[in-house]
């Protein structure tokens, strides 16, 4: 859920960290998960009212809750003085891992720099045999961003002479007419190999035909020998049309 600005805990993560040995009590209002020996891995309220997270049962991340915490007076405190006494169930046990996919799969060095440096950032802690632990891993993430397609090869061929492909395309209609002239549309002519560029201006999309055998005259009238092999357009309808 993309709008979801919370993590949603996991209670197969919860089992698979702490072992079989763990009570989840939800109650209509609250919630609370501890080990069997009383130790309280998190707690929290449950949401009410009509919100996206209506339903849900909140618990802080990162925060030891207050020592008179238990499972039968939580019903009875604020949410804001609840909390989850681990920094989080569901990013597993190597803290290191954790910060690498956290920071978008940074690169190892720079991790431990961060790591290493208060002024970069306060909170990235880990330790040496973590990091070891995450260089020896193989991060599929990493793996896929590194990832090149095959080259597609050479699937154009530029014109060689001038004539050899020549450009077409209309814009219009304008709002403002051409000043003196009931020009509401332009077409051009480009040269692939000269750049050479001729503009005409037209009232009617339907003109294109006559422009197109002015463009010719002009250019013949420059080169005597020009001719067209390959003239592409945008396949529009004033192209098509007899």
């Known amino acids: 859920m993309p709008s979801m600005k919370k993590n949603l805990i996991s209670t197969g993560k919860i089992f698979d960290q702490y072992g079989a040995d763990v009570k989840i009590t939800l109650?209509?209002?609250?919630?609370?998960?501890?080990?069997?020996?009383?130790?309280?891995?998190?707690?929290?309220?449950?949401?009410?009212?009509?919100?996206?997270?209506?339903?849900?049962w909140i618990c802080k991340v990162g925060k030891r809750p207050p020592k008179h915490v238990n499972q039968w007076d939580v019903e009875r405190m604020k949410e804001d003085e609840l909390g989850v006494y681990m920094?989080?169930?569901?990013?597993?046990?190597?803290?290191?891992?954790?910060?690498?996919?956290?920071?978008?799969?940074?690169?190892?060095?720079?991790?431990?720099?961060?790591?290493d440096n208060n002024k970069l950032a306060t909170g990235v802690q880990f330790t040496d045999e973590e990091f070891e632990e995450l260089k020896r891993r193989t991060c599929s993430g990493c793996?896929?961003?590194?990832?090149?397609?095959?080259?597609?090869?050479?699937g154009y061929h530029k014109a060689s002479r001038i004539g050899g492909r020549v450009v077409s395309d209309v814009q219009g209609p304008?709002?403002?007419?051409?000043?003196?002239?009931?020009?509401?549309?332009?077409?051009?002519?480009?040269?692939?190999?000269?750049?050479?560029?001729?503009?005409?201006?037209?009232?009617?999309?339907?003109?294109?035909?006559?422009?197109?055998?002015r463009f010719i005259g002009d250019m013949?009238?420059?080169?005597?020998?020009?001719?067209?092999?390959?003239?592409?357009?945008?396949?529009?309808?004033?192209?098509?049309?007899?």
């Open 27 to 56: 109650s209509k209002t609250a919630a609370i998960v501890q080990t069997g020996s009383g130790h309280i891995i998190a707690s929290g309220t449950r949401k009410t009212g009509r919100g996206k997270d209506a339903g849900l």
């Open 174 to 213: 304008f709002k403002i007419s051409a000043a003196g002239r009931n020009h509401r549309y332009f077409v051009t002519f480009i040269d692939e190999v000269s750049s050479w560029t001729m503009t005409y201006g037209m009232a009617r999309k339907s003109e294109v035909l006559s422009k197109f055998k």
């Open 87 to 115: 920094n989080s169930v569901n990013e597993g046990k190597n803290a290191a891992v954790m910060w690498h996919r956290r920071l978008g799969h940074i690169g190892h060095e720079k991790l431990k720099l961060i790591r």
């Open 143 to 154: 793996a896929q961003g590194k990832m090149k397609r095959n080259s597609h090869g050479v």
């Open 220 to 242: 013949q009238t420059i080169l005597p020998d020009f001719k067209i092999d390959i003239f592409r357009s945008d396949g529009g309808g004033e192209y098509s049309s007899k």
